[in-house]
C-alpha cells in the first residue's frame, strides 16, 4: 500500500508541474540573408535543431535551442545560430560591408524578445575573445547555458513578437574591418549569434508553500483511499 501512496504522489506531482509552451513551430521555414559571408545569398531553411549547408554550400548554419537559467518559472529559451565557413575560408573581407539577418523565425506563441548575444569565431571554429566593442554592447562571458567564450551582448529587452514570422534578427558591419579590427585577426571564420526568447504569459509555478501542501494533500488523499480499502476488506 505504501508503495501505491507514493506512486501516486509522484504522478499527481508530476501532472502538477508547470508545462511551458513550445515558443517555436517545429520544422517551421524562415529566411537566413546574408552579405558578403563570405557570398551574398537569401537562403529559406527549416526551424530545426542541427546543420544546414546556405551560400550554395560555402557556409554552415546551426541552429541550437537551449533553455535558458531561469526556464523553470519563465519558459525562456536562447536560439542560437552558428555561421561558419565551410573549407577554412574568411568569413569576410575587411572592406566589405558585411551582414546577416534571421527574417520571420516562426514563432509559435506571442513571445518578447529579451536578449541578444554574438561570439566570434576563427577559421577553425575556435571562440575569438572581443577585447573591443563591436556592436556598442557590454563585453560579456557567454550566457547561454552550457557554452562558454566571450563576446558582447545586451539583456532587458521587451519587444514584443505576435505569433507568426518574426521580425528580421540578426548583425551587420558596415565594413567588415570593423570586426577585424576589434578582434585583432583577419582570421575570422564563423560567428555566433544567441536570441533570447520567453513567453509573453509564461506557465504559473507553484510557490514552495503551496509545493508543501500539494504534498499534504495528495498524501492524505492517499491515505483516504487506503483506509477506504481496508475498512471495505473488514466488512467482507
Do not use: C
Amino acid at each position: 500500500m505504501q508503495t501505491k501512496l507514493i506512486l501516486t504522489t509522484a504522478v499527481l506531482l508530476g501532472l502538477a508541474a508547470p508545462a511551458h509552451a513550445q515558443l517555436f513551430t517545429a520544422d517551421g521555414t524562415y529566411n537566413f540573408n546574408i552579405q558578403n559571408s563570405p557570398g551574398t545569398s537569401n537562403n529559406v531553411v527549416t526551424f530545426t535543431p542541427g546543420t544546414q549547408l546556405i551560400d550554395g554550400g560555402d557556409v554552415a548554419l546551426t541552429l541550437t535551442i537551449v533553455n535558458a537559467a531561469d526556464f523553470a518559472t519563465t519558459g525562456a529559451q536562447w536560439v542560437v545560430l552558428q555561421t561558419q565557413t565551410v573549407g577554412g575560408i574568411p568569413l569576410s573581407q575587411p572592406g566589405e560591408n558585411w551582414s546577416f539577418s534571421a527574417v520571420g523565425l516562426p514563432a509559435a506563441i506571442p513571445i518578447n524578445f529579451i536578449a541578444d548575444y554574438s561570439q566570434w569565431t576563427d577559421t577553425s571554429g575556435a571562440n575569438i575573445p572581443q577585447t573591443n566593442h563591436i556592436f556598442n554592447q557590454p563585453l560579456i562571458s557567454n550566457p547561454v547555458p552550457g557554452m562558454t567564450g566571450t563576446g558582447e551582448g545586451t539583456s532587458g529587452f521587451a519587444a514584443a513578437i505576435p505569433a507568426g514570422p518574426a521580425f528580421p534578427l540578426g548583425g551587420f558591419a558596415d565594413p567588415f574591418s570593423i570586426v577585424t579590427n576589434a578582434l585583432g585577426t583577419l582570421n575570422v571564420g564563423g560567428e555566433i549569434e544567441a536570441l533570447e526568447f520567453a513567453p509573453q504569459s509564461p506557465s504559473a509555478v507553484p510557490e514552495p508553500g503551496t509545493w508543501a501542501m500539494m504534498l499534504i494533500g495528495f498524501a492524505g488523499l492517499g491515505f483516504a483511499a487506503f483506509k477506504s480499502r481496508k475498512e471495505r476488506a473488514s466488512m467482507a
